[in-house]
Every structure is written in C-alpha cells, then in structure tokens.
C-alpha cells in the first residue's frame, strides 16, 4: 500500500514537473515571439521611407535572390524601379538597404562606418580581422602602418614580376593560337594572378602556372575561394553550424589549416632572415622590398610593430584581394575587347607605339596608353570586380534628400547597379570608353565610378591592381587578336567576386599572323 502511495505521489509528481516545463517553454516561446514581433515593426518602420519590391512576410526576397544568376537582373530591375535605393529583405526581419546612386553611396564611403559583419564574415576564417574587415582603431593602426607598401617606389620593381607572370600565361596560350581552339580564359587569368601575387607578396617563385595541381598551398587558396563563393550562393550554408557539419565544410577547414600553416611557415623564416633589419630603408638599399618585408618591419609610434596573427591575416588578405579580384578585373577586360575588336585596334596600335619594340612594359610605359587605360576603366564600370560593398551603421545617417536611417542599420553600395544607372551614365549598357576622356570625367561626381570604393576605406592596393591590369592587357594584345565565340552566351553571378557561372571562351590569333 505505502508503495503505492509512493508511486501515485512520483507520477503525480512528474505530471506536474512536465506541466510547469511545458508553461516555462510557451512562456518563453511567446517571450521570443513578441521580440521578434517587436523587432520586425520598429524595422518596417525605419524602412517606411524607402519603398521597394513587394516581399514574402517569412523569406522576404531570399527565395528570388537564391536562383543562380538571377541575382544581378533583380537588383538590377529594381534599381530602375526605385530610384537611388531599395530594401531587399532576408527573412522577416532581416532588411538590406542597396543604394545605387552617387549622392547616397558618397555619404556612405566618405565615412569610416564598419564593414557589414554579415556580409563578410564568410571570409573571417581564412584572412582574420586584415584590412578589408577590420574596424575602428585597429584598421586606423594597420591602415597608416600598410600605406608605404603600395608607395610607387615599392611597386616599380613589382611591374617585371607582373610581366614575367603574363608572359608565362601567353607562352601557354600558343597552342590555342596555332590551333584556333576556343578555351576558357578566366581559369589561365586566375593562376596567372596568384603567380604574380606570390612574387610580389612573398617573393615566392610557386610555378603555379605549369604545377598548378601540385603544389598543396596553392590548391588551398583556390579551394578556399572556390568554397567561400560556393557558400555565399547557398543560402543554408549561411548558418555556420550547417556549414560546419557538411562535406563543403570539411573541405573548408582542411584547406584553411594548410593555407595558415603555409603562411606562418614563410612569416616564421622572413623574420629569421630579418632579424638584424631594423629600417626598411636600410633593407631597400640592399634589394627591393616586397609585402611581406613592408609588414614585418614597420613600428607606431609606440614602437610597436604588428603581431604575429596581425601580419598572416594582412597577407591572408592581400592574397585574397590581390588574387582574386585582380583575375576577375582581367578577365572581363580581355572578354570586353574580344567583343569589341574595333576598341581591342585601337589599343594594340596604342600599345606597340607605346613600347616601340621592346618585348616588355616598364614603369614609364604605363602612363603611354591612355586609350588603352580607359578601355580598361570601361570594363571596370560595366563589370566591377567587387560587386557590392556592405557597411552596418552606428550612428543615424541622413541622406541628401532628407530620408534617414538609424544605427544599426546595414547598407549595401550596389556597385554594379550604379554603374549601370541611367540617370547617371548615358547609354549604360554600351560599351564607350570614351566616357572617361577627362573632360567627361570633370563632369561626374567623383563617387559615380567606385570599382575600387572610394574614401578613407578605399583599396589601398587599387595601384597596384591597375598597373597589373595595364601590363597583361598591354603584353595579350601585344601578342593575340581576341576573338569573340559566338556560341557561348555568358550568365553572370554575383558571389564575394564578380565572375561568369559558365567561365569567359574566346579564340585567339597570333598578332605577327594579321594582315596589316
């Protein structure tokens, strides 16, 4: 009987337990609920303002925006809808605003506010906090401390690297001239770029280009970039934990710890070979200096120099931007001036008058094409390497036109929307390099052509980009006729880079084989 009794007095005892667990879990169900409610009014009503394309009240516009290649036609339909900028929601409450016009995106870019931690934090794990994703006084530190590694004295030297690296990518091309064959360039263009990074950066002679399958640090930076661009346009790949438990996301870490070990290895010899260099101007009076010299050596007013963690993730970084961006820049240039062979004339006319026969560009050269350079900018304004730039604001913001937006709010400068907006450039879709003769250029406001952003978070490497352009644009047409292939219809997509879903296919002819 007590047993009984006992037993009654335990379920009893449960049943109560399981309903007050029951009531803890509706409370705080309805607890989050009404946050979440909360949280949505006060952010349709900072929106009110800014209309836009009619959403789904759950996924917003993710469920339009996660179709591959589909992105830029949006973005790029509702920029002509709604002038100077846009809501796109993710999810219920998660809004973006895209500003799409130079008098909003120059209040954007004159301003120091942070890096969007959304957008960028795909990349965190491999490049850390360097320039690109930093904030506050630490990106003030690592700004001034970086600056004179892209003084043109520093970079002079790099130019011959840039052509030794061109001319290894032509050299293979040959067999493509000889035979007529259509091949995919962007993937020629991308190892070309990180050989020409790894010379510059490291001064590293890796033979990517013909041992590109081998070397196990260079299939790590095209894995991890691969994968980083794979993730962005997957939309559950967003959520870290379902990142982390995939297959993708094994690859990941396994290409991470090589791409790290490698460059902790080549930081830990430099500082050994530099360990009785104290002055970079006395290092730069024996041999030139390269980035990795620029970021070991250089002291605050403090006497401090970076951290061991501060300089891999400024490389990390440098690699990245330097590789990928750059590739992508060139890429869209040769594709451009392939469909455009009256403008690709012109250039190669330019271009062998400027080098007066000599096989290679040199510094001086750079100044004498400036047809050339502003077919290059053209490319840059119709296919901007990096498609969009995101800021999350700390303070409210007020637009020219009187609409604000408070703290806390994330902006996306829609590069590629802007450099496409009729009511700034004529003809948008045309290509005309013309537009950047300098007196077309007096008349534009300075924030309507940002492929490389603009005030003080600016790129620091933009220099060393453009030159780099310049010489393999200079040193292709020098040597081929582009051809475009009428049979490959190209599909654009916007991942963390600019790039072409399908690559870039053209044919190519030897220059010494045209009629004159």
Not at 207 to 231: D, F, P, S, W
Not at 277 to 283: A, D, F, G, P, V
Not at 453 to 466: D, E, L, T, W, Y
Not at 480 to 493: H, S, T
Request: net charge neutral; proline share 6%.
């Amino acid at each position: 009987m007590e047993l009984t009794e006992a037993l009654v007095k335990v379920q009893l005892g449960w049943h109560h337990m399981h309903f007050l667990v029951s009531v803890l879990c509706l409370l705080a169900v309805v607890f989050k609920l009404t946050i979440f409610l909360i949280h949505r009014k006060e952010v349709l009503r900072n929106m009110e303002a800014f209309p836009g394309p009619p959403a789904h009240w759950l996924f917003g516009h993710a469920l339009e925006l996660t179709k591959t290649g589909t992105i830029l036609e949006k973005v790029l339909e509702w920029g002509q809808q709604y002038p100077y900028a846009f809501p796109v929601w993710f999810g219920p409450s998660v809004c973006v605003i895209h500003i799409h016009h130079p008098d909003y995106v120059k209040t954007i870019l004159t301003s120091t506010e942070p890096k969007d931690d959304m957008a960028y934090d795909f990349l965190k794990p491999w490049i850390g906090d360097g320039l690109l994703v930093a904030n506050g006084q630490k990106w003030f530190r690592h700004r001034r401390l970086l600056t004179p590694g892209f003084h043109y004295d520093v970079l002079k030297p790099y130019l011959k690297l840039m052509a030794e690296s061109a001319e290894t990518m032509l050299d293979k091309w040959e067999s493509y001239a000889n035979s007529n064959e259509v091949f995919e360039l962007s993937e020629h263009v991308s190892l070309m770029t990180l050989d020409s990074i790894l010379k510059c950066a490291f001064s590293c002679n890796s033979n990517c280009q013909t041992e590109g399958g081998t070397n196990a640090y260079i299939k790590a930076v095209y894995e991890l970039t691969h994968l980083i661009n794979m993730r962005v346009r997957t939309f559950p790949y967003h959520s870290n934990l379902i990142f982390y438990l995939s297959p993708h996301g094994y690859r990941y870490r396994k290409a991470l710890k090589v791409a790290h070990s490698h460059t902790e290895e080549i930081i830990r010899k430099r500082k050994e070979a530099l360990k009785e260099e104290k002055e970079l101007n006395r290092l730069q009076a024996k041999r030139n200096l390269d980035f990795l010299d620029i970021l070991l050596l250089p002291r605050d007013d403090n006497k401090q120099g970076l951290s061991d963690e501060d300089i891999r993730a400024e490389v990390d970084t440098f690699m990245f931007e330097g590789h990928d961006t750059t590739a992508s820049g060139i890429s869209f240039i040769l594709y451009c001036l392939a469909r455009h062979p009256e403008h690709q004339k012109i250039c190669r006319d330019e271009i062998i008058e400027a080098l007066d026969g000599k096989d290679t560009m040199e510094w001086e050269d750079l100044s004498k094409i400036p047809y050339t350079t502003m077919c290059i900018k053209e490319c840059l304004r119709l296919y901007p390497p990096v498609p969009a730039m995101s800021r999350k604001i700390t303070k409210p913001v007020t637009f020219f036109d009187g609409r604000t937006l408070p703290a806390g709010s994330r902006i996306t400068t829609s590069v590629f929307v802007m450099h496409r907006n009729a009511a700034v450039w004529e003809n948008p879709n045309v290509f005309d390099p013309l537009r950047f003769l300098p007196e077309n250029v007096s008349k534009r406001s300075p924030h309507t052509f940002v492929p490389f952003s603009a005030g003080p978070r600016n790129c620091i490497g933009q220099n060393f980009a453009m030159n780099e352009m310049k010489v393999v644009t200079a040193l292709t047409l020098k040597r081929y006729q582009l051809i475009e292939e009428p049979n490959w219809k190209p599909k654009l997509i916007s991942t963390v880079v600019l790039r072409f879903l399908n690559g870039i296919h053209i044919r190519i002819k030897p220059v010494s084989g045209l009629e004159c």
